[in-house]
């Protein structure tokens, strides 16, 4: 079998692919489409607080108040308004979404390998396909090594198949999935093992995937426990509000004879008190989360993953690629008796005696490389054997023996033009190739020194050995060719500038940082010790993970934090060792053989960069720059995030409070009613962008990473949160009362008067409300110098809004009110921040309780 090369083929032109994507489109199966107006516009009909409002404009209507029937009629619009440049926003995050999550596929276009997004995947494309990939379009393989693929998504079976190449130009239509031994590969499945190049055939909807209907691009979002949570307090308080809904009208009717002013004060007090904004609240927050954890170059492929993100306690990370930069440099050469640093030559030149070594490890490498080291490997060789006879591009590469779990090297055949024997060039890990070359003992032993040595300074270490092979059968098996040792190699890979910081600002939020890595104990200990893990020196290795039981490892895990030559098998066991002592973890992966551990932790973590398509569907976010900072930029706003819904739902509640409270009174006391369905429409158009905007916008408080992680059980909304926000608003509630009563008794002023006076005491109480509970740390006037542009469109256009309402007659006697004076607008400014001033003296003398955290001496180990 012909090794693959790319540079032996052309493809197809980019001209003539983008002809083919306007001839046939894109290639993608139907999804989720967008919300239309009416969409929008039958959603917002069917919520209760529509059907409330249309209620009262009947019912004003039926008592001949015409105006104040049209302006409830005419609120209905602005709400739809309000709720559809909501939505917008929501749907343009994810939509942005939507085209990070794109497959992406790697094509050969004008002789060149590029990676396009799936969907510009064409008929007549020439598709590469690696290990681990999801085959983008229905194809024809031309050429392959090993090729496997899991075609259950299709036939059920879950044995991957065997597959052999074809004439592509005698392919006139599609077999169909099943069975080995066949050149047909199908959209939707996986690459098992192997690699291959294949002709698309059919894309879109002409796939067999297609053909039954099936999307696997959209990804099926899971409940999560805040949906829950909310779901259950908008329930318990939709009853409530309905009770006392119904209590109002029958009192009202009973006491005062009116029945069907007794409906508008029960229907007053229905939308004072339900919580309409809560479900609303949930959703754009999550949404415009995602969209934002994604400018940090993180995808959340499960938006539930964001609210677990502020619990994690563990973070298990990759070394190479995310933890260093994955950008190799060859710098060491151990030929069995000398060692010799490449940055100490200063030419172009390298001993003799080394000359061998870096050959063999060449041409155990591709000619066009994409492993960094490999690269590396080939930029020496360039400069180092350009003009010896060691660089053989006339050689033809016969055969690869792919690296496998059983043997943790590869092995190229290679003859050359004269040549009668082969020539096999093999490398890997320094064991594989100590047992390839079948080593007696103490070689081994002596040999293994040199790997310490290299190992202990933080190098990736690999082994070359090299064969002349005479017989014109070549083996199944690379164990079995006479392989002779050649020497070691070492990499150095630096780690990224941005891990200490981040390591370091993980450790003050109270999350562990393990580093997990095949490469040998001291290359990890030394990476761990410049990232500034927690106690690098204590190591367990990979035979030692599978020489425990589980229960050893749960207790081992508690104070280790670097796992080294571990194999992706056993990143399961060592994920579900730190659940099993009650850690919250998330894990990186980039993998076929990943998937379980990803799937398993908490909170899965893919690699964008160079993750395999398994990996990426079996996690819940992916890293799209493969770099640990973003994990834990991640992390932060996760925590920002949910800290915003508890201030955003605390404002609710407060709010909802006194404006409850003004409606019921009134009628249990027999007092003249205060507030009307003018006026808690008036009050939602404050309410909704306040806890949807200014409150989403809100940046994270200053101590947000030094907090320990929130306890996974604890619910939204504490007791202590709850109490709070109940003392805010009968604070609240109790200055309107006063303000009410003392124009009313003390005063004798109109009712529409004091009823003026009480409604602009509540606006700027509510106003204040908003600043306030922007940060439960700063004080108010603190909080007015944090940028945050939605609260002053909020403020403005509410005084702005309020002024009209108190200033023109027309609207004076739509909202029952009388004209104000500068000195009342002054005491009801006044009396608005009394209401909240115990609360900023609270702030100042730091009373307010912390909420849901797990202790901190759970957060890192002794």
Not at 220 to 244: D, N, T
Not at 259 to 276: D, K
Not at 299 to 316: D, Q
Not at 400 to 414: I, P, R, T
């Amino acid at each position: 079998m012909s090794a693959i090369e790319t540079q032996r083929y052309n493809g197809l032109t980019e001209a003539e692919a983008k002809e083919l994507f306007i001839e046939n489109g894109p290639n993608e199966l139907p999804g989720s489409q967008p919300k239309t107006f009416l969409h929008i516009a039958f959603e917002v009909a069917s919520e209760p607080m529509f059907l409330l409002l249309v209620a009262c404009g009947i019912l004003y209507l039926i008592l001949g108040d015409h105006e104040e029937a049209f302006m409830l009629l005419g609120f209905v619009f602005v709400i739809m308004s309000i709720t559809l440049v909501q939505e917008n926003k929501t749907e343009r995050a994810l939509e942005a979404l939507r085209d990070l999550s794109s497959p992406r596929a790697f094509v050969i276009r004008d002789g060149i390998r590029k990676k396009i997004a799936g969907r510009e995947v064409v008929r007549g494309d020439l598709i590469e396909l690696l290990e681990g990939d999801r085959i983008p379009a229905d194809a024809a393989v031309i050429e392959n090594i090993n090729l496997s693929v899991d075609e259950s998504l299709l036939t059920g079976e879950a044995v991957p198949v065997r597959k052999v190449p074809c004439d592509v130009s005698q392919v006139l239509k599609m077999g169909k999935p099943g069975g080995d031994d066949t050149p047909f590969i199908f959209s939707g499945t996986l690459v098992v093992s192997g690699r291959a190049f294949a002709k698309v055939i059919e894309t879109g909807l002409e796939t067999e995937l297609g053909k039954i209907g099936r999307s696997l691009a959209s990804v099926e979002e899971q409940p999560g426990g805040l949906k829950g949570e909310v779901s259950s307090i908008v329930k318990r308080l939709a009853i409530i509000g309905a009770s006392m809904c119904v209590l109002v009208i029958v009192v009202y009717g009973i006491t005062r004879g009116n029945w069907v002013e007794g409906f508008l004060a029960g229907i007053t007090l229905a939308m004072a008190v339900l919580p309409e904004e809560l479900p609303v609240v949930l959703t754009i927050f999550l949404a415009l989360g995602a969209w934002r954890i994604s400018k940090k170059q993180v995808l959340t492929r499960k938006v539930p993953a964001i609210e677990t993100l502020g619990a994690a306690t563990v973070l298990c990370s990759d070394k190479t690629g995310t933890i260093t930069q994955n950008k190799m440099t060859l710098i060491s050469l151990w030929n069995k008796k000398d060692f010799y640093e490449l940055g100490e030559s200063k030419g172009n030149e390298i001993p003799e005696s080394f000359h061998v070594l870096l050959e063999f490890s060449i041409l155990a490498s591709q000619r066009d490389p994409f492993d960094p080291m490999e690269k590396a490997l080939k930029k020496m060789g360039e400069r180092f054997l350009s003009k010896t006879e060691h660089i053989h591009s006339n050689w033809n590469l016969l055969k690869e023996y792919s690296l496998s779990k059983e043997l943790l090297a590869l092995s190229h055949v290679w003859k050359s033009p004269d040549g009668k024997a082969f020539e096999i060039a093999a490398k890997g890990s320094p064991e594989a190739i100590f047992d390839l070359c079948h080593l007696p003992s103490e070689v081994r032993i002596a040999n293994s020194k040199a790997v310490l040595k290299m190992s202990e300074s933080g190098l990736r270490v690999l082994g070359v050995a090299r064969c002349t092979f005479a017989h014109d059968q070549l083996p199944n098996f690379q164990h079995d060719f006479p392989f002779k040792f050649v020497g070691l190699i070492g990499f150095e890979d630096p780690i990224r500038p941005s891990v200490p910081a981040a390591v370091e600002e993980c450790k003050k939020a109270g999350v562990r940082v393990v580093m997990i890595t095949g490469d040998y104990p001291g290359t990890a200990t030394n990476i761990a010790k410049q990232a500034g893990i927690v106690s690098p020196e204590n190591v367990i290795t990979g035979p030692e993970i599978d020489s425990m039981s589980d229960s050893e490892l749960a207790e081992k895990s508690r104070n280790v934090n670097v796992f080294a030559r571990v194999v992706p098998e056993q990143k399961l066991k060592i994920v579900q060792a730190f659940k099993s002592v009650g850690e919250i973890v998330a894990m990186t992966g980039d993998g076929v053989n990943d998937a379980p551990a990803l799937k398993a932790a908490h909170i899965g973590i893919a690699m964008g960069a160079r993750g395999t398509d398994v990996a990426r569907e079996a996690s819940s976010l992916v890293l799209l720059d493969d770099d640990f900072a973003s994990i834990v930029s991640a992390a932060r706003l996760g925590r920002r995030i949910f800290q915003n819904i508890q201030k955003a739902i605390g404002y609710i509640f407060a709010i909802h409070i006194p404006i409850a409270g003004l409606s019921l009174i009134p009628v249990l006391l027999k007092w003249e009613l205060i507030l009307l369905p003018a006026h808690i429409v008036f009050l939602e158009l404050l309410i909704d962008p306040a806890c949807s905007i200014v409150f989403e916008a809100e940046p994270e408080e200053p101590n947000v990473m030094e907090r320990p992680p929130r306890k996974p059980d604890a619910p939204l909304f504490g007791k202590n949160m709850v109490l709070l926000s109940i003392l805010q608003g009968l604070g609240i509630l109790a200055v309107c009362l006063y303000v009410f009563l003392y124009s009313t008794k003390i005063l004798n002023f109109p009712v529409n008067e004091c009823r003026a006076l009480t409604f602009t005491t509540l606006i700027f109480a509510n106003l204040m409300l908003i600043v306030v509970n922007r940060s439960w740390l700063r004080t108010a006037i603190s909080n007015l110098l944090v940028p945050n542009a939605p609260q002053w469109f909020v403020i403005v256009g509410g005084i702005a809004f309020l002024g009209i309402v108190l200033t023109f007659p027309f609207f004076q006697s739509l909202f029952k009110f009388a004209p104000l004076h500068w000195n009342d607008l002054t005491v009801c400014f006044l009396a608005g921040g009394f209401s909240l001033l115990w609360f900023e003296i609270f702030k100042k003398f730091r009373l307010i309780p912390a909420e849901n955290s797990v202790p901190e001496k759970n957060s890192q180990p002794n």
